[in-house]
C-alpha cells in the first residue's frame, strides 16, 4: 500500500487541476468501478507492464491507501500478457469519482463528459490516452484517432478539436461492433497533437513521445490539400426554399448549381439533414 505524494494537488479530483482531469478522463475511459455489499468495491486500471509509469503517477495523486500488483496470464491477443493493476478500494475515493461521472459497472455507452467544470484539453488527452492512438500511419501521415462506445464522448471530441483544428468531424457508429471510430490526419493531427501534450503534461510517455514526433511533419508538395465541406446552416436552406429554383440560388448563396439541386431535392422529399440551430 502507498500513501499521496506530498506535493500531490490538495483536493482529490479537482477537475481544473490538469493532472486530475487528465487522471479523471483516463479512469472514465479504461478504469472499472465495481461494488458489493457492505459498501465494499474498488476503482481499478489495469495496463501493459510498459506504462506502469502511470500507475504510479495515479497513486502518488491519490490521498488514499491504494496497490499496485502485477500478473501474467494468456489472452486473446497473448499467449502471456504481463501487466500491472492499480487498485483504490476506499469508499470515499469511490463516492467522488462516482458522482463525478465513472458509473460502476459496465459504462463505455453511459459515459460523458464531466458535468463540472474541468481542464478540457487534459480531460481529452486522458481520454485519448486510455481509448486512442497517436502516431503515423504506413504511409508515414500523422494521425490522432478515439475509439469510444459513448455518443456524448465522441461527440465531445469532434465539438472539442473542432475549436482547436477547425477540421470537423460527423460521428457514426460502426455496423461491424457499434463503436464510433474518430479520426484527424495530417494538420489537423498535428495541431491537435501538439495541443494535447504540450511540455511537462501528464500522459503516457510513449504516447507524448508519439505525438512530439508529428510536429516534424510537412505536407509534401506534391500532396494535394483537401478543401473542407461547406456544410449549409438554416439560414441557407431557408433561402434556397424560398428561392426555389437551383440555378438562382447557386448565384445568391455562391455554391455551385449541382450543390443547390441536390440539397434542395433533400429539403423537399424530407431526406435531410436539416441543419442544426
Known sequence: MADQDPSAPARFMD????????????????????????????????????DIGLLHDFQRLTPFNSSITERTRATNFAASSHTAIWALSALEARTIVN???????????????????????????????????????????PFVSLTTASTAIGAYLCHYAKKVTGAERTIKRN????????LYT??????????????????????????????TWIRPADM??????????????LKLLDIGDAAAAAVELGRTESG???RLTRLRTGGGPWPRH
Not at 15 to 39: E, I, N, T
Not at 191 to 200: N, R, T, V, W
Not at 224 to 237: A, N, V
Request: hydrophobic share 30%; with cysteine; net charge positive.
Open 99 to 141: 458522482e463525478l461521472g465513472i458509473p460502476y459497472g459496465r459504462k463505455s455507452k453511459t459515459i460523458t463528459p464531466p458535468r463540472v467544470d474541468f481542464s478540457r484539453r487534459d480531460y481529452v488527452r486522458g481520454v485519448i490516452d486510455a481509448d486512442g492512438s497517436v502516431g503515423h500511419t504506413g504511409k508515414g501521415f
Open 224 to 237: 494535394p490539400k483537401m478543401t473542407p465541406r461547406h456544410r449549409w446552416t438554416l439560414p441557407e436552406d
Open 186 to 215: 495530417n494538420e489537423a493531427a498535428v495541431e491537435l497533437a501538439s495541443h494535447l501534450y504540450y511540455d511537462g503534461c501528464l500522459a503516457l510517455e510513449r504516447k507524448k513521445t508519439s505525438a512530439d514526433s508529428l510536429s
Open 175 to 182: 455496423a461491424r461492433d457499434g463503436f464510433y471510430n474518430i
Open 260 to 262: 443547390c439541386r441536390q
Open 15 to 50: 477537475l481544473q487541476v490538469p493532472c486530475y482531469a487528465y487522471m479523471f478522463g483516463f479512469l472514465q475511459a479504461d478504469g472499472h468501478l465495481s461494488q458489493q455489499s457492505r459498501q465494499r468495491g474498488q476503482l481499478a486500471l489495469e495496463l501493459n507492464t510498459r
